[in-house]
């Protein structure tokens, strides 16, 4: 068994055999004890990050969820959707899929927070390349379209791209509308600056190219769980719950005043605490985005080859919390709880696919 995310669980699972964790896991894998083992964990969990902001991941794992429910409940061996099959299916002038893309966005991070700079694209397409091979196709075909600058805008359009019903579509036709309203100089453009300075530009640049499409909005992850059969789900239903906990706990920082200056006076607090975590869901690779991302929404299990299990929401609240008391407690036995409704549901979706397959 490979590393992987499993979509419908929401389990991360690692070929390897338990080792004891410590916060260098997602803060700095280079640094942990074994950094190969630190890097598929942050790899993985990029992966649920993706899940919990893109629409289209969380239509995956609705998809998934459905099919496992309607085998307990009818005993239904339902083949995998429209949902699955537009995962894998080539689009664009460039035949890239939905699952390259996902890929090679994690890739990305993986590979910037290794420390590897991206100021010069050709030398960072070379290391993904020599590291990621499959996973760097979309890169790559994206350099050669959009030259020097992919590596910049290539994380933010992804990221949105997952946003819509059909992300290896919307990637082109947001790749060329972003890349036309913005004056390329030769200087090297930061990353950080970049998203800092004019994610809502960007954001809004996508929304316009999509209802240039006819289509209203962005899809985002959260919308396909309050609105769908994930809300069934105890992983994704308890996702949510945390985003939108964060999304309060995000009001009233530097982040959130950043943002509210770009939008109208109305806009409610919380919506724009949304969007703060919805920026550092885009931008793992950041040290500061993705310390939100780790101490509020660390992913429910990493399980490994042995059975044993990390509850890094655990160790990473111990981090920022250490103090225990009452309450503190009952957040410790609901993440425990989450852990095992995470290996629950794998070990369901596992009697599901022996059906399925009849072997
Ligand atoms: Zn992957």
């Known amino acids: ?178 890349l036309n309203r913005f004056e390329l100089g030769h200087e090297p453009i930061i990353l950080e600056d970049l998203w800092q300075n004019h994610y809502t530009y960007i954001r809004t640049i996508c929304i316009r190219r999509l209802q240039e499409e006819g289509v209203p909005s962005l899809l985002m992850a959260g919308q396909v769980i309050k609105d769908g059969s994930l809300r069934e789900n105890v992983i994704y239903d308890w996702s949510f719950h945390r985003m939108n906990v964060t999304a309060e706990v995000a009001i009233g920082t530097d982040e959130f005043y950043s943002l509210k200056e770009k939008y109208p006076p109305e806009a409610p607090d919380f919506l724009i605490g949304l969007m703060v975590i919805d920026k550092a869901l885009a931008s793992p690779g950041s040290p500061l985005e993705r310390s939100l991302l780790i101490e509020w929404l660390s992913p429910p299990c990493v399980l490994f080859s042995n059975g044993e299990y990390w509850n890094l929401g655990e160790l990473y609240r111990r981090e920022l919390v250490p103090e225990v008391n009452e309450q503190e407690i009952g957040l410790s036995k609901e993440r425990e709880m989450i852990v095992k409704s995470c290996i629950d549901i794998k070990n369901r979706w596992a009697v599901f696919m022996q059906a399925l397959r009849g072997y």
Do not use: C
Request: aromatic content about 14%; glycine content about 6%; charged content about 25%.
């Open 1 to 178: 068994m490979p590393n992987r995310y499993q979509a419908v669980s929401g389990l991360i699972e690692i070929a390897d055999e338990w080792l004891l964790p410590n916060r260098y896991v997602l803060r700095a894998p280079v640094r942990f004890k074994e950094p190969s083992i630190a890097q598929s964990v942050l790899h993985e969990t990029v992966h649920y990050w993706q899940h919990i902001s893109s629409g289209f991941l969380a239509l995956l794992a609705e998809e998934e969820w459905n099919r496992l429910i309607a085998f307990e409940s009818e005993g239904e061996l339902r083949k995998p959707g429209p949902i699955r099959h537009r995962f894998v299916e080539e689009a664009g002038e460039y035949n890239l899929t939905a699952q390259d893309l996902h890929e090679a966005a994690a890739r990305y991070w993986e590979f910037m927070i290794q420390g590897n700079g991206i100021d010069d694209g050709i030398a960072f397409e070379e290391e993904m390349k020599k590291q990621g091979g499959a996973y760097a196709i979309f890169f790559t075909k994206s350099r050669a379209i959009y030259g020097d600058h992919a590596p910049i805008f290539f994380p933010m359009i992804s990221h949105l791209a997952l946003q819509t019903d059909h992300p290896a579509y919307y990637f082109d036709l947001f790749m060329e509308a972003v």
